[in-house]
């Protein structure tokens, strides 16, 4: 899973963003589930050490790392990790602006992480809401015409016995 998920991968889902919200990649909380309550820690601290390379600043402390991994988690443990890796590509990105002026820091990281998350769920209500819509305008195949229902054995059966 973690070389499914790497963080070298964030610029190749980034490509895919509709797949990164709309895909099968896990949630986080999927991770707790299935590898126990460190691994999600854990795959996020990855994320977070990638992005103090990539900033080129003076590097977190593994306390702020850990810290910063346990926030994400605590918030959006309904994020699937490739939409994590997407927030972090934007980052990178500068997508929020400049967020780091000599070192990563936890509460740029948090506010980006907020209009993320945003974002998301306005891109999630806007596909539910065109999926709905597509739904309501599709042809219905469970219904019959009028006349073929006059042909049916259920309605001949039900005039014979309301005649009696």
Same mark, same amino acid.
């Given at each position: ?17 509709? !797949? ?99 974002? !998301? ?11 709905? !819509?597509?739904? !309501? ?28």
């Amino acid at each position: 899973m973690l070389k499914i998920f790497a963080p070298k991968f964030q610029g190749d889902y980034a490509l895919q963003e509709y !797949r990164c919200y709309f895909g099968t990649a896990p949630m986080l909380i999927q991770l707790f589930y299935a590898y126990g309550k460190s691994a999600p820690i854990e795959w996020l601290s990855y994320q977070i050490t990638d992005l103090n390379r990539y900033a080129n600043c003076k590097m977190m402390t593994d306390f702020q790392v850990m810290s910063l991994a346990q926030l994400i988690y605590k918030d959006y443990y309904y994020l699937k990790l490739t939409e994590v890796m997407l927030f972090f590509n934007k980052i990178k990105s500068a997508e929020y602006g400049k967020l780091f002026f000599g070192s990563v820091d936890t509460i740029p990281v948090m506010s980006a992480l907020k209009k993320f998350a945003e974002e !998301r769920a306005e891109i999630v209500r806007k596909k539910e809401a065109a999926d709905a !819509r597509a739904e !309501r305008e599709k042809p219905r195949t469970d219904v019959i015409s009028p006349e073929e229902f006059k042909k049916s054995e259920f309605y001949k059966n039900f005039i014979k016995n309301t005649e009696q």
